[in-house]
């Protein structure tokens, strides 16, 4: 079963689950902000960035980019489900590669999890390294 935690401060609310790794940084797994009262119903989640480690052995997935990428987006939808949101709730997300030759597959993987219409914001970034040595890093902002 999905165990997972809040801290709440005013109106951030602070996302763990045991479904996605634990952080390696000092960072959250993702923050919610919940309307105060008075103000329109409906919240924001922000998902730190999410790498290929598998939760149960926080080791990072070996194989393909096809195979890093959807431990990428499990562990993400895992986190937004904790949240209170969905893959299908994100409006932006952001991608970050080691190559940006391996976009087209990366694109693949990821045009599957997101099919909703209109499909969220994002952008594709290229950068030098990841952390633990991963290829593929995805964060996202969502309704919630």
Known sequence: MNQSTTTETANLIEVRTEDAPAPVGPYSQAI???PGQ???SGGLVFVSGQIPLDP????LVVGEIED???QVLANLKAVLEASGASLASVVKATVYLTDMSLFPRVNAIYAEAFDSDPAPARA???VSALPLGAHVEI???ARC
Do not use: L, S
Request: hydrophobic share 30%.
């Open 68 to 70: 890093e990428t959807r």
């Open 139 to 141: 964060d996202a902002i």
């Open 56 to 59: 149960k052995t926080a080791k």
């Open 124 to 126: 594709t970034v290229e």
């Open 38 to 40: 008075g103000e329109a």
């Open 32 to 34: 919610r902000i919940h």
